[in-house]
């Protein structure tokens, strides 16, 4: 009794879905063609027909993709050129990250904010330390630095600068005093009206003129610079966007219980307008992950860096979509994973109430 | 008080800076200022609109990286727009399967970085086309190759200026009938409505054609002793470029299609069904009118991204602005500080340009709503 | 309050900054940071290439190492800088690098309207074509019509398109950044010809999918004197770095090697021999240099003749020393009298 109930269902939805109109079963014959086209070939290239044990390019035999060479590059694509003796370092200093950041995103433990708030901004130095070396550990270049954790680094750097200054800047676009208000401005406007790939450049060609000589700052450092300037830039149109939704009702209260303009902002304005924009904010991190790519064009090898030198090089010819594929999945999991995080901070009903209470 | 010390810090920091770039330029004896500009560039650019050559100045090629720049925008946002209107309707179709695939596209273009894709399309697909001498052959008229597209080439021979003309007269007298047509007839559109419309178009064209012949010549690519000579080239960096744009463009410009029609309220479709508008005329004369208001603010800044992200260029040497000014000019000149400087000059005129038709634009849809 | 404390702050550190700017000559610089920041090309296979465990091999890169063991005694403390061809300039202007040994060419305008002074010639080169063999072709000037990768903003660029305008051929550029992508873009048939410093395309054939299947046409069409280089402003440096070019180029002259240097230096009667490696008195004084600074070169990175075969005369590259032999033998490497 039961089967032709569920395939009654199935043939009602399918009629529904699927065989609306003439023009919508043309339609779904047009995607099932396409399915039929797509599929079966990408999944004989991905799995069926693709190599994966192996060590060089003679154990690719078959017509699919040969996944050795991801395998044999691997370190490589993850660490870049640093030292394989020091990259427990690289693995330790990402794992610390998560000591502060797990309880401040994972709810139940919530407990003692300040401290971990403290120990995510004691966190760069640390990171710094064991990255670069220096008092005790030997020293790795910043030149050697790649892969995905060069990545991590541009993406993370970005993320860490842009929110403050991007704050900043929102709350001088909106200032009563011109002066301020008329700096934010220009600021924000020059660097979204410029490519990255222009403030690359600038960073690496033209900033270094601009300093007195005899200081000249690490090239990867000058980079992370333009990446910061530049995201703050996009960041604080975002907040700026928040700040505009907080009701003007919150304002005039803030001020008539006697607060100065920084207590205004920092107790009771910047917390809501944040909240409000959370999904964009997330949406600037994104963007920005995916533009940390743009670093190659400048001489530091971050992953997709790493994979052009991979697929250049001689030993290794041929397998530029191997390459591509490994990179690409790589960003879309970090990139799709963020988005899906945006929106179930958006969705999430609790979130309001106990900030609020938080607070109180 | 502290507007003063803003302003202070802002202009110390501002001339402490080029005080630096002044004293390093000038300890050093290098050359600053720009008079290079009309100085001879000396080196050969690939793909050019206008006249160039190697005795050009440094202010032509410039000139010329800037148009590439703008002809790769402005095609990539018209492909762009297209797909992504396409996509954004599909993404809210009535059939299960077409929005499943729309949201596969949206979520695999919009997740991969840009750079990535250009190279796919540059390294993964069109350089292990076959070789000149193994060209696929596409009707005896175009060929397909590792060094680009051969097409023919149209060439405007004498009277060509009367036909324009003429297609232009047709233009007009067409719209003419069109707006005519729709502020009487309402909503009789018969075939010959269509026809006459058409017809008005097309007819002063063909008298030209038929009194003078037709004064359009086409040049067929020919091979050579290395490649195909003559013809209409689309070379393999400037296909990469303008795919990877487009699709990764439209991939943003299907999502805020699909906001601006979800905002458009479902009581106006229900309306229109119930005047007995198909689907398809509600979609086009009372969703989208309403839904442009939502989506024109957005698509603006799409706009911008794609013509900014035309600078990626520089990493397949497609001769852009980036790639022949900031780049070659550059190399060849050493004067950073003045080059760089005038590339983000370019792009920032170009962003509030755009911005500034955008919102012009954005003003008139608002206006007709009210 | 907190705020003007805070420009205060800035004030002041933009003082310090300044202060710190004001520093002594390059060589004290060098000195007192102990190590030398030698700018050399991002990877070009017998001048200067990363051997991924972050050690570097090359004549560009023996050629810094020779000034660091003339300044510090040890060849070892130099930080190599990998820098493109847009970079390299800046980086020296600005003095992100004390020294640019990445197979530049040595032109007027490079000398006089950078601010450069060019040292000297570490490599006579000249520029060349490879083309498949399959094309049958025998000479550049066969190439008319055809499609030619070359490095973006470099002198090749330029004297390509001089040398073509003047036959009134015709021909496509392609053009690339970096070296391996013009490679890259040559083996996958996106151009009929590459054309770069003759060098360059011994060292780049090397790196081909199948290296038998090119040859290098016989003309070479321009001069590409690549040499080191310095900032203008510090003539103390200068003759320093263009000295330390000198004693590679002089030892070979006088047969010093790495291996026979410290004998010698204990027996040698030639008179020039004692004068160069300070047997009495010193050689270095005049540079702000100490005795050793001769011995040291040679002792740690060797005369011009060792690093031309390590670095270019063996396998695989094998490149004749041609105009890089010494005077004496044909070539154009000849070194002033130490005196």
Not at chain 1, 202 to 212: E, I, Q, T
Request: aromatic content about 10%.
């Amino acid at each position: 009794m039961r089967v032709p109930e569920r395939t009654a269902a199935v043939l009602a939805w399918a009629r529904r879905n699927l065989f609306s109109s003439p023009l919508n079963a043309l339609l779904t014959l047009l995607g099932l063609w396409l399915l039929w086209l797509v599929v079966p070939p990408l999944l004989q290239w991905l799995w069926l027909q693709a190599d994966f044990v192996g060590s060089s390019r003679e154990d690719c035999r078959g017509d699919g993709a040969c996944w050795v060479f991801v395998r044999v590059h691997l370190d490589q694509f993850l660490y870049g050129f640093y030292p394989p003796a020091e990259r427990w370092r690289v693995n330790l200093g990402i794992a610390l990250l998560l000591v502060p950041a797990l309880p401040l995103l994972i709810p139940p433990l919530r407990r003692f904010r300040r401290v971990w708030l403290l120990a995510l901004l004691a966190y760069p130095p640390v990171a710094w330390w064991l990255f670069h070396g220096g008092l005790g550990l030997s020293v790795v270049d910043t030149g050697l630095w790649g892969g995905l954790f060069l990545t991590l680094v541009i993406a993370a750097t970005g993320m860490a600068a842009a929110l403050p200054l991007g704050l900043l800047l929102a709350l001088g676009r909106r200032s009563r005093l011109p002066v301020v208000r008329a700096t934010a401005t220009v600021f924000i406007e020059f660097w979204r009206g410029v490519p990255l790939i222009t403030v690359l450049f600038m960073a690496s060609v033209m900033l270094p003129l601009f300093l007195p000589s005899g200081l000249s700052l690490d090239k990867l450092l000058r980079a992370l610079i333009g990446v910061a300037l530049f995201a703050g830039a996009y960041m604080a149109e975002v907040i700026r966007g928040g700040l505009q939704g907080v009701p003007a009702g919150q304002y005039e209260a803030a001020q008539a219980l006697g607060l100065s303009y920084w207590q205004q902002m920092r107790l009771v304005i910047v917390p809501q307008a944040l909240r409000m924009v959370v999904p964009g904010i997330v949406n600037v991190f994104i963007a920005l992950f995916k533009e940390t790519s743009l670093v190659l064009i400048i001489g530091l090898f971050d992953l997709l860096g790493v994979v052009q030198a991979a697929v250049t090089n001689p030993d290794w010819l041929g397998f530029v979509l191997e390459g591509y594929v490994f990179a690409a999945a790589v960003f879309w999991a970090f990139c799709y994973g963020m988005s899906r995080i945006s929106r179930r901070l958006e969705r999430r009903p609790d979130m309001k109430a106990q900030e609020q209470q938080e607070m109180a | 008080m502290l507007q003063a010390l803003l302003l202070a810090a802002v202009l110390g920091a501002i001339v402490w800076m080029f005080g630096n770039a002044l004293d390093n330029l000038a300890r050093q004896g290098i050359a600053s200022g720009f008079g290079f500009w009309n100085e001879r560039a000396g080196f050969a650019i690939a793909t050019s609109l206008i006249e160039y050559s190697e005795t050009s100045t440094y202010g032509r090629a410039f000139l010329v990286g800037l148009l590439n720049t703008l002809l790769v925008s402005a095609l990539g946002v018209v492909f762009a727009t297209v797909l992504g209107f396409l996509i954004g309707i599909a993404r809210l179709s009535p059939n299960w399967l077409i929005r499943q695939w729309a949201a596969a596209y949206i979520e695999l273009v919009r997740n991969v970085p840009l750079l990535l894709q250009i190279f796919f399309w540059y390294f993964a697909v069109l350089r292990p086309l076959p070789q000149p001498r193994h060209s696929i052959e596409l009707l005896g008229l175009a060929y397909l190759n590792n060094r680009g597209l051969y097409l023919p080439k149209p060439i405007l021979e004498p009277g060509f200026g009367w036909l324009s003309a003429a297609l232009l007269l047709g233009l007009v007298g067409c719209l003419l009938w069109l707006r005519r047509a729709r502020r009487e007839a309402g909503s009789d559109r018969g075939l010959r409505y269509w026809l006459i419309a058409g017809l008005l178009l097309l007819a002063p064209a063909a008298a030209v054609s038929l009194a003078v012949g037709l004064p359009l010549g086409w040049e067929l690519p020919e091979f050579r002793r290395f490649n195909f000579r003559g013809g209409l080239v689309l070379s393999p960096e400037f296909v990469a470029l303008l795919t990877a744009l487009s699709t990764y463009t439209a991939a943003f410009i299907a999502e805020i299609v699909r906001a601006g029609i979800q905002s458009v309220s479902q009581g106006q479709r229900e309306a229109a069904y119930s005047l007995g508008l198909s689907p398809g005329q509600t979609l086009r004369h009372v969703v989208l009118p309403q839904a442009m208001r939502v989506i024109v603010p957005p698509l603006t800044n799409q706009y911008l991204n794609l013509t900014k992200n035309s600078s990626l260029a520089a990493a397949i040497a497609y001769p852009d602005l980036v790639s022949v000014f900031a780049g070659t000019v550059l190399n060849q000149t050493g004067q950073a500080v003045e080059v760089i400087g005038v590339t983000m000059a370019v792009y920032l005129t170009i962003s509030l340009v755009i911005a500034a038709l955008m919102n012009w634009y954005n003003r008139r849809v608002a206006l007709v709503e009210r | 309050m907190r705020v003007r404390l805070f420009a205060l702050l800035l004030l002041l550190s933009c003082g310090a900054v300044v202060g710190l700017a004001q520093a002594a000559s390059t060589l004290e610089a060098v000195k007192q940071r102990g190590h030398l920041r030698c700018g050399v090309s991002q990877g070009l296979p017998g001048f200067s290439t990363p051997d991924g465990s972050g050690g570097w091999t090359g004549l560009d890169v023996d050629f810094c190492r020779a000034v660091a063991a003339a300044v510090l005694g040890d060849a070892d403390k130099v930080r190599f800088a990998a820098l493109s061809a847009k970079e390299r300039f800046t980086a020296l202007q600005s003095g992100e690098v004390d020294l640019l040994a990445r197979n530049t060419t040595w032109t007027l305008s490079r000398d006089a309207e950078l601010g450069f002074h060019f040292v000297g010639v570490l490599f006579y080169d000249g520029q060349g074509f490879m083309v498949p063999k399959e094309l049958g072709v025998t000479s550049v000037a066969e190439l008319d019509g055809a499609t030619i990768c070359s490095n973006a903003g470099t002198t090749t660029e330029l004297n390509l398109a001089d040398w073509f305008r003047a036959r009134g051929m015709d021909y496509q550029p392609v053009v690339f950044e970096k070296s391996d992508e013009v490679a890259a873009a040559y083996d996958a048939g996106r151009c009929d010809a590459y054309t770069t410093d003759r060098a360059s395309l011994y060292a780049q054939r090397n790196k081909l999918k199948n290296p038998d299947a090119h040859v290098i046409l016989p003309e070479l069409i321009s001069k590409e004197p690549l040499g080191p280089l310095v900032r203008r402003g510090d003539d103390q440096w200068f003759s320093i770095v263009k000295w330390t070019l000198y004693v590679l180029i002089g030892a070979e002259e006088l047969g010093l090697t790495s291996a026979n240097v410290e004998e010698q230096r204990q027996r040698s009667r030639h008179p020039e021999v004692q004068r160069l490696l300070s047997v009495n008195g010193n050689s270095g004084q005049g540079l702000g240099l100490g005795p050793d600074w001769a011995y040291n070169i040679i002792r740690q990175v060797g005369n011009y003749g060792e690093l031309y075969q390590r670095n270019l005369g063996r396998a695989p590259l094998g490149i004749e020393r041609g105009l890089n032999a010494l005077y004496t033998d044909g070539g154009l490497m000849y070194a002033p009298p130490f005196r």
